[in-house]
């Protein structure tokens, strides 16, 4: 006689709707996209397409191979600076991926700003607290835990126009590590027999002109615009979509014009905080200086000379520690 059997009944909850996100398995980088499809949970690629494994690589492109893009990245190292705001190189529009770190903490704080002069992050001597900046077309992070932390910037992009990345610098730089991406842009080839819209243009200039191609080409030489410093709007002599970060970890410094002025206001440091918690502030101190010893000198010998505004920086932030106070007698 065969034993008998028990059969037992187990009761599934429902399947859920169609579409609700889940949690699946890894693939690559990307799980991002995992929805329930009649009670499965499966993966979509980046190309929208359910099952796909098609996934972004590292230029942003779906289904790409990274050959789009090249990366660009540089080390910050100059350790003395002048106090205050330096411009440690100029990232370009449309870069992507941004990862930009300090190599230690230090006192000295990261900014970022904008080619009209306006600040996106720790401009005008404020400091920014940890926190998502909105800009240029896209996002930027900035992580600032406290005094024993590096701080560091990032952002997917890309950049809808070019970005200063500068230092507030206080005391020696230990180094800046900076890098993004740069799409590989290729021209098209140009074909024989087909003209641009400007190449048919100046074709037709040509044809109209009374001068000969030589007298033209003389012509054309002597109307040629001439650059001066004042036509490179980021104060380096050097052209925005030329600048990419420097060879030697500093700017290229204009070279100066005309007769040298003997003296110059300089900043030399900052006052002492004036609270030891809780926020004070620190004020610049602006000195006369001989240009050629950097020697201090009365201040009558710049009096022909604008000023510096007065800046003001945030310091000892950290909350004071709370104490017990005697108070009156009740």
């Not at 720790?122 to 607290?129: D, E, H, K, P, S």
């Amino acid at each position: 006689r065969a034993p008998s059997r028990t059969l037992g009944r187990a009761t599934l909850n429902a399947t859920v709707e169609d579409g609700t996100p889940c949690r699946g398995y890894i693939i690559g980088h990307d799980t991002d996209r995992w929805i329930c499809i009649t009670g499965q949970c499966k993966h979509v690629g980046c190309d929208g397409v359910v099952g796909s494994d098609q996934r972004y690589d590292s230029c942003g492109v779906c289904g790409g191979n990274n050959s789009t893009c090249r990366v660009v990245s540089g080390l910050f190292t100059r350790p003395q600076l002048p106090v205050g705001y330096n411009l440690i190189t100029q990232i370009p529009r449309a870069a992507c991926n941004l990862s930009i770190t300090e190599l230690k903490q230090s006192r000295n704080y990261l900014a970022l700003r904008k080619i009209d002069g306006t600040f996106i992050l720790n401009g005008n001597w404020a400091i920014n607290w940890s926190g998502e900046f909105d800009a240029l077309g896209t996002k930027f992070s900035y992580h600032r835990e406290d005094d024993n932390t590096a701080e560091s910037i990032s952002s997917p992009g890309p950049l809808a126009e070019p970005l200063d990345l500068m230092v507030i610098y206080q005391q020696p730089n230990p180094g800046i590590k900076y890098q993004y991406q740069l799409p590989v842009m290729s021209p098209p080839p140009q074909q024989s027999g087909v003209y641009r819209a400007k190449d048919i243009s100046s074709l037709l200039r040509q044809a109209d002109s009374p001068y000969r191609p030589e007298e033209r080409a003389q012509r054309d030489k002597a109307a040629e615009p001439r650059h001066s410093g004042k036509s490179f709007p980021y104060g380096n002599n050097v052209l925005g979509s030329d600048l990419q970060g420097y060879s030697r970890d500093e700017a290229p410094k204009p070279k100066p014009k005309g007769k040298k002025k003997k003296f110059s206001w300089k900043i030399t440091g900052f006052t002492e905080c004036s609270k030891s918690c809780g926020g004070g502030i620190q004020t610049a101190i602006v000195v006369c200086i001989r240009d050629k010893t950097q020697l201090r000198v009365p201040e009558k010998r710049c009096a022909s000379l604008e000023k510096p505004s007065p800046q003001v920086m945030r310091c000892n932030l950290k909350p004071c520690v709370a104490e017990w106070v005697g108070g009156e007698w009740g």
